[in-house]
Nanobody, 128 residues
Framework: QVELVESGGGSVQAGGSLRLSCVASGPKYCTYEMSWHRQAPGKEREFVSGIDRDGNTTYADSVKGRFTISQNNAKNTLYLQMKSLKPEDTGTYYC??????????????????????WGEGTLVTISS
């Protein structure tokens, strides 16, 4: 089963930048549509950004113009470049697999469908 590991979190001052990474350690013949979510202390987890298999991206209104999501399909790695960070960006950031496309070698067949897999999260703290 695929495992997700986030990294890149830390503590920075408002206005600074961070880049988060998430490595999906699944079968090499699978690619993923993935997304980032975050959860601030005392609040519900919320969607931040997503990217589909065609490279189309979506962003929460709160991060538009500041965050950029990207994916290296060859390495099954998801990134979130965060700029102009604000204290309200503080929280634990999680990556998620939303859908997978798996094409098995040697005529083993293909699978396309939804996935519900989460990483353990990486903490981002923005101070004023």
């Amino acid at each position: 089963q695929v495992e997700l590991v986030e990294s890149g979190g830390g503590s920075v001052q408002a206005g600074g930048s961070l880049r988060l990474s998430c490595v999906a350690s699944g079968p090499k013949y699978c690619t993923y549509e993935m997304s980032w979510h975050r959860q601030a202390p005392g609040k519900e987890r919320e969607f931040v950004s997503g990217i589909d298999r065609d490279g189309n991206t979506t962003y929460a209104d709160s991060v538009k113009g500041r965050f950029t999501i990207s994916q290296n399909n060859a390495k099954n790695t998801l990134y979130l470049q965060m700029k102009s960070l604000k204290p309200e960006d503080t929280g634990t950031y999680y990556c998620k697999i939303d859908r997978e496309q798996c094409i098995r070698p040697n005529g083993g067949g293909a699978y396309f469908g939804p996935v519900d897999a989460w990483g353990e999260g990486t903490l981002v703290t923005i101070s004023s």
